[in-house]
Nanobody, 119 residues
Framework: QVQLVESGGGLVQPGGSLRLSCAAS????????MGWYRQAPGKQRDLVAD???????NYADSVKGRFTISRDNAKNTVYLQMNSLKPEDTAVYYC?????????????WGKGTLVTVSS
């Protein structure tokens, strides 16, 4: 099986920055798209950003211009640089990866890391 482990969450003041990391390990033949999702209390889990194996990126309108997603294929790791954080960014952030085995891709989820933006 595959494990995704997020790190980098925490408490930050409005306007501050955090950098999230997600490392994949286990039975990995390849990794296609990797992404970050978030879920605030009482809300749906929504896409924040994703990035293909070729480096193409996609962002939610609410974070565009503030967040940057990147990846290191050699480390099977995806990052999310979050700048100009707002209280409404407070959520549990989940890593997602489409991991290829020998025959097909499977979506895996991390357990999440909490980001709290508060003064």
């Amino acid at each position: 099986q595959v494990q995704l482990v997020e790190s980098g969450g925490g408490l930050v003041q409005p306007g501050g920055s955090l950098r999230l990391s997600c490392a994949a390990s286990g039975s990995i033949f390849s990794i296609n798209t990797m992404g970050w999702y978030r879920q605030a209390p009482g809300k749906q889990r929504d896409l924040v950003a994703d990035i293909t194996s070729g480096g193409s990126t996609n962002y939610a309108d609410s974070v565009k211009g503030r967040f940057t997603i990147s990846r290191d294929n050699a480390k099977n790791t995806v990052y999310l640089q979050m700048n100009s954080l707002k209280p409404e960014d407070t959520a549990v952030y989940y890593c997602n990866a489409a991991v290829g085995g020998k025959y097909y891709y499977t979506n895996y989820w991390g357990k999440g890391t909490l980001v709290t933006v508060s003064s």
